[in-house]
């Protein structure tokens, strides 16, 4: 039998989850198996989220089920433990792994085969994954067996977004809509500011900064004959095959050499720290990150010195007269699979759980709370009556309301429009709109455990030599003729192999 503990090191790890407080049901606390009580070993922070949620106590009553969080730990380690856990026998009733390690622990027997008991005593569930048939794909195998829920999430990606005081004072009244309007508005933005601050730069971030490769259409994905391109990202990666892969890299190369990007980012020394005070100070004056990040600069600027700060958002660009889309986060996170220790006595509790998340009343708790609490029926449609200012991202051990449906907690469905809702003031303004007409969401693949072992060993070595070229072409250190050449090396190097990998998963998905 092929040993999972192989497979540790191959796991990428991105947890956000949530939790209670409680006892064991592996090695800790006797489990009385009588359908009133569940142990759920979760990541750390999310399990102090989830003790602090007001809503998760009505949850749990409305089911009629207790739910005992124990903390796995930082999230890395909760993951790599898992082996350990199972092997000794200490592994609580229930916890989170990743897809790959529900498949590879659950076809050896350690996780609990949740399809009979769906079929049998979760008609809400049952009657979802029926519904859902890209969610019944990836939670399905080709025998039947359901080793695990995956997490689901809003429909949610980046925005790019800009300082509407300095667009206004350099004489830019609308926000770019088109690639050329883009970058006439950095040019526009250069010579006001750069005029006078040999530091300034008007487009700047953190992490990677190829951010618009679907304005080029030189993102990766998956074609409407299902054939993948590129290195799958769900669409947030690019391909360096398509047609506007160079197009972009000429494009961001002009930016470099006009100063009209930071050149720090571009060579990856920016911190978020560093990137977080260009923006507040005035060093750049545009950049793309999570939707929720122009709501924080509004919270976090000094109005003594710049009485006038304030933020805009950015439509989806188009190029050459045709609209083009930002990729959307994955729907469902493949980090994120909520599995049952095979050993369990509590699989009656569990499954009730389970089941209730996923009724009317279970998704009224979960998305808004209790009424007369947390929310109001006007005119026939919930209202918050509670703030997201005044009950999200509160110090730890602080009760509050909060339904930020992306971090981790339960498996559930998630209602986006209750999600765009439970926003500060500043992203609700545009959520809806933005999220509905400018994103695209792309599908998720699932993985056999020899192909994630395989993939995961060539992207070690791909990604960082695809980066790192890309790097040089923008920079100018190596000249765009070298382009068709950097293509083939990328191809020795396994860029080719991965994206037939890709292409395997996709079409076993059909």
């Known amino acids: 039998m092929r040993s999972s503990r192989a497979l540790m090191g191959i796991i990428g790890v991105t947890a956000a989850a949530v939790s209670l407080a409680g ?14 009580a569940f142990s759920y070993r979760i990541p750390d922070r999310f399990k102090n989220w989830l003790a602090d949620n007001k809503w998760n106590q009505p949850l749990q009553d409305g089911a009629g089920v207790q739910v005992n969080v124990v903390d ?20 609580e009733d229930a916890t989170v792994a990743t897809i790959s390690q529900a498949q590879v622990y659950g076809t050896q027997g350690a996780f609990l085969n949740l399809a009979p008991l769906i079929e049998s005593d979760a008609p809400n569930l049952k009657a979802y994954i029926d519904e859902h048939p890209d969610f019944k794909s990836l939670i399905t195998n080709d025998d039947g067996s359901i080793y695990g829920l995956i997490n689901e999430y809003p429909t949610i990606g980046p925005v790019t977004f800009y300082r509407d005081d300095m667009f206004a004072a350099a004489g830019i009244t609308t926000p770019p809509a088109s690639v050329e309007e883009y970058t006439a508005a950095l040019e526009t933005l250069k ?11 008007p487009l700047g971030g953190r992490d990677s900064f190829l951010n618009y490769q679907y304005a080029f259409a030189a993102n990766d994905g998956i074609d409407d004959s299902g054939t993948v391109h590129g290195i799958y990202q769900a669409g947030r990666g690019t391909d360096i095959h398509s047609d506007g892969a160079r197009d972009m890299i000429e494009w961001y190369s002009t930016l470099y050499n006009q100063g009209l990007i930071d050149p720090e980012w571009v060579k990856g020394a920016v911190s978020e720290e560093d990137w977080q005070t260009k923006m507040l100070t005035g060093k750049i004056s545009i950049s793309n990150d999570f939707f929720t990040r122009p709501q924080y600069f509004l919270a976090n600027a000094d109005e003594a010195t710049y009485p006038d700060y304030s933020i805009g958002t950015m439509p989806a660009l188009s190029n050459g007269g045709e609209q083009m889309k930002v990729p959307a986060n994955e729907k469902y996170n493949t980090d994120r699979v909520f599995v049952v220790n095979a050993k369990t006595q509590n699989s009656k509790a569990i499954i009730e759980f389970l089941d209730y998340l996923y ?7 979960y998305h808004y709370g209790v009424e007369g609490e947390s929310y109001d029926v006007v005119n026939g449609e919930k209202e918050y009556t509670v703030s997201y200012a005044e009950n999200a991202d509160q110090e730890v051990g602080t009760p509050v309301w909060n339904f930020a449906q992306d971090r981790l907690t339960y498996p559930a469905p998630v209602d986006d429009d209750a999600f765009y809702k439970w926003q500060g003031d500043f992203t609700k303004s545009f959520a809806a709109d933005y999220f509905s007409n400018d994103l695209k969401t792309s599908p998720v693949l699932k993985y056999t455990a020899e192909q994630q072992e395989e993939r995961s060993k060539l992207l070690a070595s791909v990604q960082p030599f695809v980066d790192a070229e890309i790097v040089k072409f923008v920079t100018g250190a190596r000249p765009l003729s070298e382009w068709d050449s950097f293509l083939s090396d990328a ?5 080719a192999q991965i994206t037939e990998i890709d292409q395997a998963a996709a079409d076993a998905m059909k």
Not at 23 to 36: E, K, L, M, V
Not at 73 to 82: F, I, M
């Open 491 to 495: 191809d020795a190097q396994g860029y």
């Open 359 to 365: 009724s009317d009343e279970g998704q009224d708790i």
């Open 191 to 201: 010579a006001k500011y750069g005029a006078t601050d040999s530091s300034y730069y």
């Open 72 to 91: 796995g730990g930082p999230e890395k380690q909760h993951y790599q433990q898992l082996d350990l856990l199972l092997s000794s026998g200490d592994l």
């Open 23 to 36: 006892c064991t049901a592996g090695g800790g606390a006797t489990a009385t198996g009588d359908g009133t």
